[in-house]
């Protein structure tokens, strides 16, 4: 059916995947904004055009910003930041008075020869086109059923995003939780979601690992995180690409996506996904500065589970979404908001369950989870991975080691702990498979609980929940809606603590 779509959709999914020359970044209709203008070209102050424009450059060791307003050459909008240049554009007056942007050091990693880049690419474009032809399917599919609500064309809606910009203030959060985002996924169509890409300037590195590189990104005047992917994780960035856009993922506790894009550039191709940024970082970095009072502890740990519970569950009907299990649970992807709820992040192992359609779709990633935070059964190699309850089991495994970690960081009676990595006291850094497998698995090891939660009658309760997600026998533990229902319960009882003698 998605063969019989009209020719625009083909051209809008050809230009998705990169494959014709678009123009995404277009004026508005013929109105101009007024700009900051600081340029050796500036005739005044302030300059009007279509949309204004920073501008920098090294030349000869020395960095100059240029900002000016634009006026032709939208292309220029498409800059990705190299070593030597980076561009940002944006449609709001004076949205460029403020901006300072970074180049962006590049050690990258490009590909051996041009004769690779193929390779590469093929698959994972394939894989793409299939995923996008099938949202376009669903879209069409539901965008029929609510034709009366008024029709525009596809192609229309990426100018009235950007027209849009003009009046809004958050237009992320508008466009986001507008009726034009896809019927399918929790993301936007795909051009938009390009559009929006290439109008992100990347502004400072704020993590780094074997995955890649996050980077605090700036669209239209609000900061969105930009997780480049590593060239070998490819699969990692198609994982999490393809459950976003097909599963309705939106849930306070889950990070919002926003965008996906793949660009080759320099015979290198670039893997980009936009998601929500949050300035307090991962829940990892925010224990290192943070010391909590047991109510912050709960709070933190209540939220993460509704997120844990939202992905395992199933939810049946057209606004459904399949049973997931995360299989890479740990503070580093859980990410801490300005509310100080927790939010889970990094699908890319993610497998997906229907019960009601029956499949079970575990991907393709050779990645695996993070050592430290492996169960029992996956290092000793028992787990049943034709079986997805086995994978949900051990997401609870790595979810009582998250709730350990943030009960060390818990004041009572003006004690606490440092911040450790589980295991810390019984593994190296950047553990082995083997050394793991000693611990968990032959001494049968778990990490201390603190003794005094033990005079908190909630935090009590809180040990007991993580000796219950830490059974060797799998099934045995805790499910993420029992985790998140105690937990509520925990965090709303009244907190008198035991009498100490
Ligand atoms: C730009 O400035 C001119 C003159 O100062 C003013 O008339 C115009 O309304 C401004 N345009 C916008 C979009 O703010
Ligand atoms: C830029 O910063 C100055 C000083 O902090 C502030 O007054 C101005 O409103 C800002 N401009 C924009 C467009 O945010």
Redesign the pocket.
Same mark, same amino acid.
């Given at each position: 059916m998605a063969l019989g779509a009209p020719r625009r959709d083909l051209l809008m999914l050809l230009m998705a995947l990169g494959l014709t020359p678009g123009d995404p970044v277009r004026s508005s209709g013929g #109105?101009?904004?007024?700009c900051t203008c600081k340029s050796p070209e500036c005739r005044g102050p302030?300059c009007?055009g279509a949309w204004c424009t920073v501008v920098l450059v090294q030349e000869e060791g020395v960095s100059r910003e240029h900002r000016s307003c634009g006026t032709r050459d939208p292309e220029l909008c498409r800059g990705r930041p190299t070593e030597f240049f980076n561009h940002y554009c944006c449609y709001k #007056?004076f949205c460029n008075q403020n901006v300072s942007l970074t180049l962006k050091a590049t050690p990258s990693e490009q590909p051996s020869g041009d004769g690779q880049l193929p390779l590469v690419l093929g698959p994972v474009l394939a894989l793409l086109a299939l995923i996008a032809l099938g949202a376009l399917a669903l879209w069409h599919i539901r965008r029929r059923r609510r034709k009366n609500r008024g029709l525009h064309s596809q192609l229309g809606e990426s100018s009235i995003i950007l027209k849009a910009s003009e009046q809004r203030d958050s237009m992320l959060g508008d466009l986001l939780d507008s009726d034009c985002t896809t019927g399918s996924g929790s993301g936007l169509p795909f051009l938009v979601q390009r559009t929006v890409a290439r109008q992100v300037a990347l502004m400072e590195c704020v993590g780094k690992g074997r995955y890649g590189e996050v980077w605090r990104g700036l669209w239209h005047g609000e900061s969105v995180a930009v997780k480049i992917f590593s060239s070998r994780d490819e699969q990692s960035w198609f994982r999490e690409t393809e459950i976003y856009n097909t599963v309705l993922l939106r849930h306070d506790n889950i990070l919002g996506f926003i965008a996906s894009d793949m660009t080759s550039r320099n015979s290198s191709t670039q893997l980009w996904l936009i998601t929500h940024y949050h300035e307090h970082g991962s829940l990892y970095d925010f224990l290192q500065r943070q010391t909590l009072e047991p109510q912050l502890a709960l709070q933190l740990a209540v939220s993460a589970a509704c997120g844990l519970a939202h992905l395992h569950v199933e939810i049946f009907g057209t606004q459904g979404k399949p049973a997931i299990a995360h299989r890479d649970l740990k503070s580093r992807n859980v990410l801490v908001k300005s509310n100080l709820q927790c939010c889970i992040a990094d699908l890319g192992l993610a497998v997906m369950h229907s019960q009601s359609s029956d499949y079970l779709d575990i991907g393709n990633n050779p990645r695996v989870g993070t050592k430290r935070y492996m169960a029992p059964e996956v290092l000793d190699e028992q787990i049943r991975t034709d079986c997805f309850e086995s994978y949900k089991w051990t997401d609870i495994w790595a979810f009582g080691l998250v709730l350990w970690e943030i009960t060390r960081r818990v004041i009572v009676n003006g004690i606490v702990e440092d911040y450790r990595p589980p295991f810390y006291d019984a593994v190296p850094n950047d553990p082995s498979f083997e050394d793991m497998k000693k611990v968990v698995c032959v001494d049968q090891q778990t990490p201390v609980i603190p003794n005094r939660l033990a005079a908190d009658p909630v935090l009590s309760g809180l040990a007991q929940m993580m000796r219950e997600c830490w059974y060797p026998n799998p099934s045995a533990r805790l499910t993420a809606l029992r985790i998140k229902k105690t937990l509520q319960k925990l965090s709303s009882s009244p907190r008198k603590p035991k009498a100490t003698h």
């Open positions: #109105s101009l904004v007024n302030i009007q #007056s």
